[in-house]
């Protein structure tokens, strides 16, 4: 049996290479990587927009679906917010007035390989398509780092699967999705700030 790192792979799959590390800084901040404390992933999310190895399954009305390999996961979000020129000439700049903040942005960049590494990965790639398919949002399950950000809901927006010249055996996949909380959620929330105020 062949042994190969999978974050190694998924890492050159999607940004073609890695580069040595400088022994003096790995040596300073090689804790910190190392760590599973949930403080230390939200801090070092928050600081660094940093993507995240991890293990990630949804699922929907009771069937479980776990992405293979590890992914590595991103997160953003942005807010709609609306500019006015101000006429005042004292004044420079515009009034800024918030509408929204928008769901978060998720990627999931990861690799389908086979055992053997010859034979094409159909198996972790129908998994992949099966999850597609569903047309309703997905529940994440027990996952410490979506939770962090509130994140219990997701709706798959598309897939990519990249070319892998010369790799029979290896499928890259991107996987694009965004939040979504429950309407009823939304609505219980808006009461609860209609009666405080």
């Not at 590390?21 to 090689?30: D, R, S, T, V, Y």
């Not at 069937?63 to 020129?85: D, M």
């Not at 509130?150 to 890259?172: C, N, T, W």
Request: glycine content about 6%; charged content about 20%; proline content about 4%.
């Amino acid at each position: 049996m062949t042994e190969f790192d999978v974050k190694e792979l998924v890492v050159k799959a999607h940004f073609g290479h890695i580069g040595l590390p400088f022994p003096q800084w790995i040596g300073e901040n090689k804790k910190q990587f190392e760590s599973t404390n949930l403080k230390t992933i939200g801090h070092d999310l928050l600081n660094g927009d940093s993507p995240y190895f991890m293990q990630v399954t949804l699922s929907y009305q009771g069937q479980k679906f776990t992405f293979p390999n590890e992914p590595l996961v991103s997160l953003s979000q942005s807010k709609t917010i609306v500019e006015t020129a101000t006429v005042n000439r004292g004044r420079k700049g515009t009034v800024k007035e918030l509408i929204n903040t928008n769901d978060y942005q998720i990627s999931f960049r990861g690799i389908c390989f086979s055992e053997d590494m010859e034979s094409y990965p159909a198996d972790q790639v129908s998994i992949l398509n099966q999850m597609m398919e569903i047309e309703y949002p997905l529940e994440v399950e027990n996952n410490l780092f979506f939770e962090l950000f509130q994140i219990r809901k997701i709706v798959l927006k598309d897939i990519q699967f990249d070319e892998m010249a010369g790799q029979q055996g290896l499928q890259s996949y991107v996987i694009t999705a965004i939040s979504d909380q429950d309407f009823y959620a939304d609505l219980s929330e808006r009461a609860l700030a209609n009666l405080t105020s």
